[in-house]
């Protein structure tokens, strides 16, 4: 079983907000090469 882990990071001016990852997500998809299978994608909240 092939795995693969990238962490994206995001800054945003609020700190809660609604963003857009799907061509980020598509990127790390391709450098993976791994043609089918789950994707997981985990947010998480860096304290100020």
Do not use: D
């Not at 990127?27 to 789950?38: A, D, M, N, P, T």
């Amino acid at each position: 079983m092939k795995s693969y882990r990238k962490e994206l990071w995001f800054h945003t001016p609020a700190r809660r907000e609604f963003i857009n990852i799907t061509p980020q997500v598509n990127e790390v998809l391709r450098e993976s090469k791994i043609q089918e299978g789950f994707v997981l994608v985990n947010a998480k909240c860096n304290p100020l």
